[in-house]
């Protein structure tokens, strides 16, 4: 996450900036609300863009590197935009013992991406995540939210395709 | 289609059946309710085309009754098979077609159904056989009984002694009380199961104080990992003056592997508010948290319904039920950072700051949130005090041992049958829960040991698995209760590599604020892993017990403090194995790796 390049700078669409100080407004009366709103904005674009943390910290009085802190602190937070659909192999302890290794590999392989990457499409995000708290379904993978359990290698090409398919019926 | 409205449908929170989710249970009057599992959408479909609509069992769905019965009052409606043996292969489908064929020749085949069930809950026991409505179970069923099996329990409706399976349930459900019982988005059926009873006893007839004892009498201690009695905690909160106070219900469930926080928050919302309440109202506190992952959607979304459903009903809020009172409670969300899960820095990330951890004391019961007196507890904490305030103190203590009362949940996975959760009374022994209620090993292979604790556990190796667990016995295996997550794992796990696991998962979440933790964690990850490589030194092991040291005694916070235990034990338990590395070096390493990968049997390949 460190090392990935933030985009460039943009104007906030109008829309956005009332979002923001809606949710602003709605949290203001709240202590410690900066996580909340962060939640808040992840929640809606995918990801908390730059400039929304700069326009926070203007309506918050928030400092922007205080801010950063957080969003670098948790793991749950993103700086950038992510693919389109999102594949999420859980590595919490009872997967791993039932190969969930083997199913990130395969799909590295298959996406030709790794772990915490988007394909150049913008179609597929691949990350981990540790234990979704479904370790009786050991090995999961949530797919575009919906978790999938008891996975076998030979289930990727199928969860991939079905995305394909999805997609071009869509167009 | 008119018939369609006549059959409520009900959404349930979590069964705990972990393996054969998703569950459907289908009451009738009159019938005994019948809990079917792995239900897809075909399965569904059969339930109520076949069940609903013709009365007809579904075959290898059925999980049978935990309620064994011991007498037969009425006519037998069906029986349900099952092959409980462990290796001798299934012999379900030829006892079916042989009491089915016994039934026919008494002209009984068309009023009793025999179907194949998908687990009984019992194991190890040969053919198992439970007839239904009344429930009564044989074990080691051979094809010479089912003569007697039909014409004496069917016919007659005599019980067969010999047969009868009669050992007592090991389970005793009361955090899980109402886990896949009621609606967990209805306050009403909450409402119907008892819930608030207690809060609303304590509120109008007991005294803070009183509460307190109560909870003091039940011998409670902290389900969260270090088990500290809940009703001191709560009197340390009570005790110092300040104009606000606060409680938090943990619900961060870092711990990978353990799912028991989850099941509650999702199936019984109403039990940890409840509890929360009840926290509050003992210690004096104006508001509460829900700290939630926000990994738990679904928990989330059930929490916030309850907390605004007791909201419009005046359960929460100004002056609850006129009593002068008035406590509110909110959600956080946790945001992927398993520190967060500690106490303080738990604290900080309410407060809207990255969840870095302070020194204690000062103790958050004195100066917890925003500088006031503060009570954090756990899910299942919480969860069980509504039980213990209804029911009183001493009906919790019963259960338990001297040291550590009442029961515990724990969430079963890895290598094992039926991964799922289970709440026994403390004491039982780690085999009884493994083997007795969730079916022992998975694929054959023999159980190595059980991780206890998650990343600041420990491993008790397979011939201590008799060992009662008490907070005390597993402390000096060199493990802990934890929150009670438990992985089974079989000898083709490796302990080099499970402990590299575990020590990496301290590390990347390590918040990098002391140096033991941060360097000595990296440090001994960097020697775990040139072990697992097969280039590990003879002075590697020492070194490795001298960092432990270090982090142990050196490091700011418990995840410092606990990242060396699951290092530690399984360097105690499993020495050889790290010493095989060593010795055998990179040819070994590789030889075992591309085994691991190929999912061969290590036993094949040493
Ligand atoms: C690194 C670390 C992670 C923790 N994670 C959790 C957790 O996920 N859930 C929890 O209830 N307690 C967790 N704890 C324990 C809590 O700090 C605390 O002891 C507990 O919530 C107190 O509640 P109890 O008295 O009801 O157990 C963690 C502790 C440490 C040091
Ligand atoms: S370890 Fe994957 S869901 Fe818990």
């Known amino acids: 996450m460190n090392n990935t390049v933030l985009p460039p700078l943009r104007d906030l669409e109008p829309e956005v900036q009332q979002e923001i100080d809606e949710c602003v407004e709605r949290w203001s009366d709240q202590e410690g609300n900066l996580i909340m709103i962060l939640h808040e904005i992840q929640n809606h674009h995918g990801y908390v863009p730059r400039e929304a943390s700069l326009l926070l910290a203007e309506k918050t009085g928030v400092p922007l590197a205080r801010i950063y802190e957080v969003l670098t602190f948790y793991h749950y937070f993103r700086l950038v935009p992510q693919g389109k659909h999102q594949i999420t192999v859980c590595n919490g302890t009872a997967c791993y013992l039932k190969g969930s290794a083997r199913l990130l590999s395969e799909l590295e392989n298959r996406l030709e991406i790794k772990e915490g990457e988007t394909t150049d499409d913008r179609l597929f995000h691949l990350e981990t995540v540790r234990c979704i708290g479904c370790c009786g379904m050991a090995p999961a993978v949530v797919v575009d939210g919906t978790t999938v359990g008891k996975v076998a290698t030979t289930d990727i090409a199928g969860i991939i395709e079905k995305i394909h398919i999805q997609e071009e019926t869509n167009e | 289609m008119a018939a369609k409205c006549q059959i409520p449908i009900r959404r349930v929170g979590s069964y705990g059946y972990a393996f054969a989710d998703p569950l459907v249970e289908v009451k009738t009057a009159g019938a005994p309710t019948i809990l079917y599992g792995l239900v897809d959408e075909e399965a569904a479909a059969a339930i109520v085309y076949q069940h609903v609509g013709q009365g007809k069992l579904l075959d290898g769905h059925i999980i049978g009754s935990r309620q064994r019965g011991k007498t037969i009052d009425g006519p037998v409606t069906a029986i349900l098979v099952r092959d409980s043996s462990r290796d001798e292969g299934d012999k379900t489908e030829f006892f079916k077609e042989s009491i089915h064929a016994e039934l026919t020749e008494h002209g009984l085949a068309d009023t009793v159904q025999v179907v194949s069930a998908l687990d009984l809950g019992i194991y190890d026991e040969g053919l198992t056989v439970q007839l239904l409505p009344s429930g009564v179970t044989y074990t080691n069923v051979l094809s010479r009984d089912i003569t007697r099996l039909v014409t004496e329990s069917v016919q007659k409706q005599e019980v067969l002694d010999h047969l009868l ?134 928990a989330v979304k059930r929490i916030q319904k ?190 080099v590599d499970v402990a590299a696991f575990y020590l990496k998962f301290c590390v990347d979440e390590s918040c990098g604020k002391c140096a033991p933790c941060r360097a000595g964690g990296y440090q001994m990850l960097q020697l775990l892993q040139k072990i697992a490589k097969g280039r590990g030194e003879p002075g590697d092991l020492d070194l490795i017990r001298r960092i432990c040291k270090a982090m142990q005694c050196a490091s700011l916070c418990g995840l410092g403090q606990t990242a060396p235990n699951p290092v530690l034990s399984s360097l105690r338990f499993f020495e050889d194995e790290f010493l095989a590395y060593i010795e055998g070096g990179t040819s070994y390493a590789r030889k075992l790796k591309k085994a691991r990968a190929e999912g061969r049997n290590l036993k094949d390949v040493v």
């Open chain 2, 165 to 298: 399976y009669s050992s007592p349930d090991l389970q005793e459900r009361i955090v899980l009380r109402n886990c896949g019982i009621i609606d967990p988005e209805s306050l009403d059926d909450a409402l119907r199961h008892d819930s608030y009873k207690g809060f609303v006893r304590a509120l109008t007839e007991q005294s803070p104080e009183q509460v307190i004892d109560t909870v003091k009498t039940s011998g409670l201690r902290g389900r969260g990992g270090a088990g500290f009695p809940t009703g001191v905690k709560w009197e340390l909160t009570r005790k110092p003056e300040a104009d606000r106070k606060f409680v938090i219900c943990n619900a961060d469930e870092g711990d990978p592997g353990a799912f028991m926080d989850r099941s509650v928050l999702e199936g019984d919302p109403h039990a940890v508010l409840e509890g929360l309440m009840l926290a509050a109202f003992a210690i004096g506190a104006c508001k509460g948290y829900f700290y939630i992952r926000a990994e738990y959607p679904l």
């Open chain 2, 306 to 495: 309850a907390i605004d459903q007791t909201r419009e009903r005046g359960l929460l809020g100004e002056n609850i039920l006129g009593s002068g009172w008035s406590f509110d409670a909110a959600i956080r969300l946790g945001a992927g950072a398993f520190v967060c899960g500690e106490e303080t820095a738990l604290i900080a990330s309410i407060e809207g700051r990255r969840g870095s951890p302070e020194p204690r004391p000062p103790y958050p019961s004195v100066q917890g949130l925003w500088g006031k007196p503060t009570s954090i507890n756990n899910v299942e904490t919480l969860a069980a005090v509504p039980w213990i305030v209804a029911k009183g103190g001493e009906a919790y203590a019963r259960f338990g041992t001297e040291k550590s009362k009442g029961t515990k949940v724990f969430a079963v996975t890895g290598k094992v049958l039926n991964a799922q959760l289970v709440e026994v009374p403390m004491g039982t022994s780690v085999r009884d829960i493994i083997f007795g209620i969730c079916g022992g090993a998975q694929d054959a292979v023999p159980i190595k040991g059980v991780q206890t604790g998650g990343p600041s556990g420990g491993i008790i190796p397979e011939p201590y698995l008799d060992t009662p667990i008490t907070y005390e016995n597993l402390s000096e295996l060199g493990s802990i209760m934890g929150s009670g997550g438990m992985l089974v794992m079989n000898e083709n796990d490796c302990m």
